[in-house]
């Protein structure tokens, strides 16, 4: 029997539309990256501490690498002269002991399933700061028993370093798989939040950053599959408040 090319159209519609609502396909679509800060109040980090208006986070045109045509579009080329480049400026403007931190709430990642292969990841700017302690991920999950645990993913120097795909020699590529989870994440557990927190100073050196410049610029947001290109929003240390979106 023959197919007709009216029938040939329908059948390629429904499969483009099950890919569409595929597992990976919908958690692209609906993962964010919603920035905001904290500023603690008197001994918030411990007894005669405090923070600062000093954070800042970001979501900022031209600051990143190419939003749109994945790993494939180029920096520095004709054809994404007019791509927006969003990247996500993190800032502490002051000594890391200071009670505050910049950061991004994940939003879309709560109930998706780990596996041992779970991976959390971004790209760098080179010549900002890349620690030990940050840019990190804090993840609390709900293991398959017992009650939610917290894990700290990173920070940007344990990672598994490679140079970005979009601009290999200005951009740095990392990745924190189980042995840059502390400790490392059952699997079977389900998300409950993500964050991508940033909180070392002007105070911490690091080889990408060896005079303590205090900022990074991350982009392409890796959650284990789907990647976070860009994003819209902006907290600073003078509103001390995230412009948009909750943790969910």
């Not at 029938?7 to 990256?33: C, D, H, T, Y």
């Not at 749109?68 to 927006?84: K, M």
């Not at 030990?132 to 009650?147: D, E, L, Q, S």
């Amino acid at each position: 029997m023959k197919v007709s090319h009216v029938g040939r159209i329908l059948v390629v519609a429904m499969v483009l539309v099950v890919g569409a609502l595929s597992p990976v396909g919908a958690a692209a679509q609906q993962l964010r990256a919603v920035p905001f800060v904290f500023i603690g109040k008197a001994d918030d980090c411990g007894a005669g501490t405090f923070g600062s208006h000093i954070v800042t986070s970001a979501w900022l045109g031209g600051m990143g690498l190419p939003d749109n045509g994945g790993d494939t579009a180029f920096n520095g080329v004709p054809d994404t002269a007019n791509d927006p480049h969003d990247g996500l400026l993190l800032s502490k403007n002051g000594a890391s002991p200071d009670c505050s931190s910049a950061g991004a709430r994940i939003t879309g990642a709560r109930g998706m399933s780990v596996d041992a292969t779970f991976t959390l990841g971004f790209d760098f700017r080179n010549g900002g700061h890349c620690g030990a302690g940050a840019p990190r991920f804090n993840v609390v999950v709900t293991p398959p028993t017992g009650p939610n645990t917290s894990h700290f993913v990173g920070g940007c120097a344990n990672g598994v370093q490679t140079p970005a795909p979009q601009d290999a020699v200005e951009w740095t590529r990392a990745r924190f798989a189980a042995a840059q989870q502390f400790p490392p994440i059952p699997p079977g557990s389900a998300i409950v939040s993500i964050t991508l927190l940033y909180d070392e100073g002007t105070d911490t050196a690091s080889t990408q950053d060896p005079n303590g410049v205090g900022l990074a610029v991350v982009d392409n947001i890796f959650i284990n599959g789907p990647f976070i290109r860009a994003g819209t929003g902006v907290a600073d240390g003078a509103s001390g408040v995230g412009q948009n979106g909750r943790d969910d």
